[in-house]
Nanobody, 127 residues
Framework: QVQLVESGGGLVQAGGSLRLSCAAS????????MGWFRQAPGKAREFVAA????????RYVDSTKGRFTISRDNAKNTVYLFMNSLKPEDTAVYYC????????????????????WGQGTQVTVSS
């Protein structure tokens, strides 16, 4: 069983920045892809970004390209989401997720490809 704990959310003005962190338990973190998803009120959970086990492959939803950066530190069992130029439409609960299987250098974007989820951290961007 893997436990994920997110931190770093908060209230920020439009144009501001935040860094989300997600710490994972266990000894196999460095073998699995990780992802970030978000869910706004009344909307479905949405893929935001994902990173392969060795950081060699990263994917982003189009609405965050150029503004968000996903990275990981396997020595610290932690994945990060750096969010710049935040917009009110980025407001949501952000979840980190741990891949269900070993995908090599592939990066999945579907929620079904991830097995473990954090409890979420709220990001609110005011206009």
């Amino acid at each position: 069983q893997v436990q994920l704990v997110e931190s770093g959310g908060g209230l920020v003005q439009a144009g501001g920045s935040l860094r989300l962190s997600c710490a994972a338990s266990g000894s196999t973190f460095n073998m699995y892809a990780m992802g970030w998803f978000r869910q706004a009120p009344g909307k479905a959970r949405e893929f935001v970004a994902a990173i392969s086990w060795n950081s060699g492959n990263r994917r982003y939803v189009d609405s965050t390209k150029g503004r968000f950066t996903i990275s990981r530190d396997n020595a610290k069992n932690t994945v990060y989401l750096f969010m710049n130029s935040l917009k009110p439409e980025d407001t949501a609960v952000y979840y980190c997720a741990y891949a269900r299987a070993l995908y090599g250098d592939l990066v999945a974007v579907a929620p079904s490809a991830f097995e473990y989820w954090g409890q979420g951290t709220q990001v609110t961007v005011s206009s």
